[in-house]
């Protein structure tokens, strides 16, 4: 199984996301509906048994939208439990789970011996643009 190459523009590629998303996701608070999944959700914040994610919708305690989300909803948890409310924390988690991504993809590419050119910028673009 070829390995990823530990190569300059691997290394480039997450160092950069880190300086260009590191520091402003750990600084900023909940974005979007972020407080609403988290605070007043008794699944995220454990009054409820977390096997009730696989029969919930996303949205239970707001209501029904027809979201069926039961890893993100455990997911959440699991940062609850680990942060409480401090916000850096789900973002540093978010911040892991993305670079682990970005290094899933790079290998990926390196296994189809196409980590170079137009896939690599591919993945770099992937990597800092920001709605992701």
């Given at each position: 199984m070829p390995r990823l190459p530990r190569s300059p523009p691997i290394l480039l590629l997450v160092g950069g996301v880190l300086l260009a998303w590191g520091p402003t996701l750990?600084?900023?608070?909940?974005?979007y509906d972020d407080a609403e999944l988290i605070?007043?959700?008794?699944?995220?914040?454990g009054s409820l048994p977390a096997g009730e994610?696989?029969?919930?919708?996303?949205?239970?305690?707001?209501?029904?939208?027809?979201?069926?989300r039961?890893?993100?909803t455990l997911s959440l948890r699991l940062d609850r439990a680990l942060w409480g409310e401090r916000v850096a924390g789900y973002?540093?988690?978010n911040l892991a789970l993305f670079l682990l991504l970005v290094l899933l993809a790079a290998r990926l590419l390196a296994r189809a011996g196409a980590l170079r050119g137009a896939p690599l910028a591919g993945l770099a673009?992937?990597?800092?643009h920001p709605a992701l």
């Amino acid at each position: 199984m070829p390995r990823l190459p530990r190569s300059p523009p691997i290394l480039l590629l997450v160092g950069g996301v880190l300086l260009a998303w590191g520091p402003t996701l750990l600084s900023r608070g909940f974005s979007y509906d972020d407080a609403e999944l988290i605070v007043g959700n008794p699944l995220v914040e454990g009054s409820l048994p977390a096997g009730e994610a696989f029969g919930r919708d996303y949205w239970h305690h707001r209501g029904v939208s027809g979201h069926y989300r039961p890893l993100s909803t455990l997911s959440l948890r699991l940062d609850r439990a680990l942060w409480g409310e401090r916000v850096a924390g789900y973002h540093a988690t978010n911040l892991a789970l993305f670079l682990l991504l970005v290094l899933l993809a790079a290998r990926l590419l390196a296994r189809a011996g196409a980590l170079r050119g137009a896939p690599l910028a591919g993945l770099a673009l992937f990597a800092v643009h920001p709605a992701l």
